[in-house]
């Protein structure tokens, strides 16, 4: 009879070891899928800055004005041109504050928050 310390020849048990062993690892964090955040400009300006935004996210500008904007961000990492009645898509590629204008309407202006 083997006793509980010798080897055993039984090429199932090391790989049921090794199966059990990495179910006990932690696993790696959930990353986020990216989402998709809407900002209607409207009346001159651009509507609120959506929640939650992070690196990688896609941002849909809405043109629902009578005007042509922009949304053009400081950093050159995104210029968005919105005829009237147009929505296109930009993503956010990296994290921090955005400042983004309107290269038309210098008075329009918003601050983007994008978390990592």
Known sequence: MRK??????DPVRPVAFAVFAALL???PPAVAAPRTHTIVI?????????????AGDR???????M?????????????V???PGTRKS?????AGEIAVICRYHPGMRMMLKVKP
Do not use: E
């Not at 409207?42 to 992070?54: C, H, T």
């Not at 941002?59 to 004005?65: A, P, S």
């Not at 005007?67 to 210029?79: E, G, P, V």
């Open 42 to 54: 409207g009346a001159m300006k651009f509507g609120p800055m959506p929640q939650g935004v992070r």
């Open 67 to 79: 005007f042509r904007h922009t949304a053009t961000a400081k950093d050159r990492s995104f210029d």
């Open 25 to 27: 690892l932690p696993s």
């Open 90 to 94: 930009s993503i956010v590629r990296k």
């Open 81 to 83: 041109d919105l005829p």
């Open 4 to 9: 509980p310390w010798q080897r055993s020849s």
């Open 59 to 65: 941002i849909l500008w809405v043109n629902k004005d």
